[in-house]
């Protein structure tokens, strides 16, 4: 059974940081391009950072700069660092795993706001 837990989200004030946590299971993790999606109230699901199984990364103009997307095959761990966060980057974020199938985590709230 494969299964994407994401975890970190949270409330933030304007200007500050959260790490997103997105555990695997159930799939040869080191074999899959995982990314980072997120979706807004009445907007449609978005990419924010893609890491490939080589290490990769690709991002999001919205927030080049300011996100980081990491990796650790050994914990089968896909991480999101978010830097600098503004209010519209308020939304459920997501975690993906691409490779043979697509799976999905159940998201989680990240809500910018003072």
């Known amino acids: 059974q494969v299964q994407l837990v994401e975890s970190g989200g949270g409330l933030v004030q304007p200007g500050g940081s959260l790490r997103l946590s997105c555990a695997a299971s159930?799939?040869?993790?080191?074999?899959?391009?995982m990314a980072w999606y997120r979706q807004a109230p009445g907007k449609q699901r978005e990419l924010v950072a893609v890491?490939?199984?080589?290490?990769?990364?690709n991002y999001a103009d919205s927030v080049k700069g300011r996100f980081t997307i990491s990796r650790d095959n050994t914990e089968n761990t896909v991480y999101l660092q978010m830097n600098s966060l503004k209010p519209e980057d308020t939304a459920v974020y997501y975690c993906?795993?691409?490779?043979?199938?697509?799976?999905w985590g159940q998201g989680t709230q990240v809500t910018v706001s003072s």
């Open positions: 993906n795993a691409n490779y043979a199938s697509i799976y």
């Open positions: 159930g799939i040869i993790f080191s074999r899959y391009v």
């Open positions: 890491i490939t199984s080589g290490g990769r990364r």
